[in-house]
């Protein structure tokens, strides 16, 4: 249930799809072995016919077997220390560690220092813009961060990643202020949301499992405000994997709903929130040979974690001064950590960011712990927010979260729904088209610079987690002005006008008084 109590409002209008223009492409190839690659628009570089880009990539790996690095990583439990003795291999399906905390993936950190920051810098950057399997991703251009061990044969990948980091040039200069302010578009991707970055990793490793160590696994599974539901179940359908989704009735989005019905997955709406389908699903996977693909399996958070990679690279290995997340469930925040201290342990860069989380006011845990000094946490029950996806009580995530946020400098802020729906609407006039989610982290940034926290030439960047599209609900009912006890000030509805010149010249000359 959404906080207003419209119809659908007739604002807007389909229209009809007119066909498609295909246009003639030149192949690009791109050696993808340890060292970094020169590219070639030459067509002599093309495989055989008959060989897929699969193929190629798995004969030119058996030619070097060794993959240039001897790198690895297991699962830790999170916080341990480098010689706790607790840990598990990425084969082994587990979620929690021995005392029921969180797991971490953790990396051979030597045998990655064996090379210097700048190999890295360079390996990386040579992979981008290209389509040499799997590198061709966002994700899998960073492999060796990411899962080091997986064979190339055994990854499911949609080509995610290499999302659009633009200069919000007018809403910073309009509305902040502000000259060095970015927006990381995660959310236009694959399936319209930052989760395709974690979900690549996570059924890739599924796959491997499934097929190549034959493990009796019947499907993977997810609790989800909607997003995360889309990932899987497009990820799984691509592997042909059967996707189970457990979803809040009527607490999501209809693009969102419909998305995992279109992929061909299980789809049961049950009738409670989100932390009661993730009650469930815990449940569930602990009885049944269903794998858990929420944020809870840490190994979602390593392709998360690529977002934070891409934007110190599309900096030119610059660091940004901000980067601000909206947080529900909370993995995303300590991803963008984890990549940012990544790329500082390993030289890449010499300081991480200061991260800032920000929650909406109806469903605000992590908020409300940081203003109480970090002492005595407790989960809620969040109410209705048109931010639906971070519409979370109790969030599995909350120590990562705290950890990421204390380690950063960071900051935990807040917005309403008005503030929320207003800084959407205004980022939309500024030429976006941000879903609520984004809108709370711009109503975050608005008051840390109203507060004078962030300054005027401060780099900041903020992360719009999902594609407005899937949440036009929202914004009809705010330019319908139909929200119970909301201004909704930037609303921007259609004018009637009755079909004729004199009317429309009339509405026209009223409407642009002034302008000329
Ligand atoms: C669109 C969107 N934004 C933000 C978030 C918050 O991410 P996290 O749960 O990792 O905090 C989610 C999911 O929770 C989401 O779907
Ligand atoms: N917004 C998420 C909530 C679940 O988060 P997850 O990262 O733990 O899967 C969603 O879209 O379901």
Redesign the pocket.
Known sequence: MYPSSSPTPRLFKANPIRGSSRKPFTRISCSSDSSPAKATTSSKNRRPAEENIREEAARRDHANPSNGHGLSAWYVPFGAQEDGEERYSLDEIVYRSQSGGLLDVRHDLSALKKFPGSYWRSLFDSRVGHTTWPYGSGVWSKKEWVLPEIDGEDIVSLFEGNSNLFWAERFGKDYLGMNDLWVKHC?ISHTG???DLGMTVLVSQVNRLRRRLKRPIVGVGCAS????SAALSAYCAAARIPAIVFLPADRISVAQLVQPIANGATVLSLDTDFDGCMRLIREVTAEFPIYLAN?LNSLRLEGQKTAAIEILQQFDWEVPDWVVV????????YAFYKGFEMCRDLGLVDRVPRLVCAQAANANPLYLYYKAGWTGFQPITASPTFAS??Q?GD?V?IDRAVFAIRSTDGIVEEATEEELMDAMAQADRTGMFA?P?TGVALAALIKLRDSGVIGPHDRTVVVS??HGLKFTQAKVDYHSKEIVDMTCRYANPPVNVKADFGSVMDTLKKKLAGML
């Open positions: 959310g949301s930052f989760k405000t909607g997003d995360t944020s909206p947080g529900g469930n909370l993995g995303n925040i996806a971070i979370i969030p995530s879903c989610h987690t999902a």
